[in-house]
């Protein structure tokens, strides 16, 4: 069985893709997770917070309580990776495997952190992810100024570097295809659908926010099903599926509507990273039974342009079962 596939330009032996978390900040994670069947890496984010030395001072204001918005910043997931250490990872973690070891790039504004990219792809790097982890939360600002972020920050990472860099969304755009097909003809090499936002919660004994990470469930998996089904065909770049692979088959399902590569967090998080032998070997399985012998056979066959049903994707199915109360619990 041929599992190859491409992704971002680059031949992999198959489908699957470990997603940016810390993971992958330990070496033996990295080589165990090759063993595995793991066919890339991504590694944790370096924040252009960590780049511009500016996280002290955010965790300043933190502390004198003198911007609550700041508490909303996500947990340092990176602790003690600044921007030399994360550059001798991406050395460190492309001489210990022969995989693809792709750098995660995570910004919110345009200026110079974004010529940091040079310095990953100097340390080896085989792509970039950018995330840009960017909340609206001025009021005044449009969604067409929140959305020329998005591309200004891409043309610049694009500009400095060769090697390929994907952008990592979140679905959170008025028109989620229209940014995919503008970041697209602007260069990006490929889509990641899509990021988690963490939203805070609140304590209610303590009033405080919460700032904890909720690992990801399987019915997760249905808006990036519904916008991969719909960009797949339509665009140059490729598509990296993200959020809610539990098992073997959510990654069949992802494959299925047109997904490239398929990653995962979450169930390495929960049941370790020996996981990852298991999600390979029911993958396998899986398409053992169908008797498919190369995963072109099923990308894209439940895309939204190749199944008949497309009404399922649509308006007209959301009106039918809110008529019949077609539930599931
Ligand atoms: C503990 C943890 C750390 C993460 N760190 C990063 C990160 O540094 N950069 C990033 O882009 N995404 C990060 N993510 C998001 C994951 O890469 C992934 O997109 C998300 O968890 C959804 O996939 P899953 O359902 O397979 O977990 C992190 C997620 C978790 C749970």
Not at 68 to 93: C, H, Q, W
Not at 255 to 265: E, I, N, P, Q, S
Not at 279 to 297: M, P
């Amino acid at each position: 069985m041929d599992l190859s596939t491409r992704y971002l330009g680059l031949d992999l032996k198959n489908p699957l893709v470990v997603s940016a978390s810390p993971l992958s900040l330990d070496l033996g994670n990295v080589r165990k997770l090759e063993d595995m069947g793991t066919a890339a890496i991504v590694l944790p984010s370096i924040f252009q917070e960590d780049i511009e030395n500016e996280i002290d001072e955010i965790e300043r204001l933190v502390a004198e309580g003198s911007s609550e918005a700041f508490s909303y910043f996500p947990a340092r997931m990176t602790e003690n990776v600044g921007p030399k250490n994360y550059l001798d990872l991406i050395r460190k973690a492309r001489q210990a495997v022969d995989i693809p070891i792709i750098a995660s790039l995570n910004g919110s504004s345009l200026s110079g952190w974004t010529g940091y990219a040079v310095q990953m792809e100097q340390a080896g790097a085989s792509a970039i992810e950018l995330n840009v982890y960017f909340l609206p939360t001025d009021l005044m600002l449009s969604g067409a100024e929140v959305e020329a972020r998005y591309v200004d920050i891409l043309k610049a990472v694009k500009a400095a570097v060769k090697i390929p860099v994907a952008m990592k969304l979140s679905p959170y755009f008025s028109s989620v295809g229209h940014m995919v097909k503008t970041l697209d003809a602007a260069g990006a090499d490929g889509f990641v659908l899509f990021n988690r936002f963490y939203q805070p919660d609140i304590d209610l004994e303590e009033l405080t926010l919460l700032r904890d990470i909720k690992l990801s469930n399987k019915g997760e998996i249905r808006l990036p099903l519904l916008w991969i089904a719909a960009l797949s065909g339509n665009i140059r770049g490729s598509i990296a599926a993200s959020s809610g692979v539990q098992t073997a088959a959510e990654i069949i399902k992802y494959l299925f509507v047109g997904a490239d590569v398929v990653m995962t967090t979450s169930a390495l998080l929960r049941h370790g990273i020996g996981y990852m032998q298991t999600l390979h070997d029911g993958l396998v399985a899986d398409l053992k039974t169908r008797e498919v012998q190369t995963i072109s056979e099923i990308r894209g066959r439940m895309s939204r342009g190749a199944v008949t049903d497309v009404a399922a994707f649509d308006r007209v199915n959301y009106i039918r079962i809110l008529r019949t109360g077609a539930v599931t619990s």
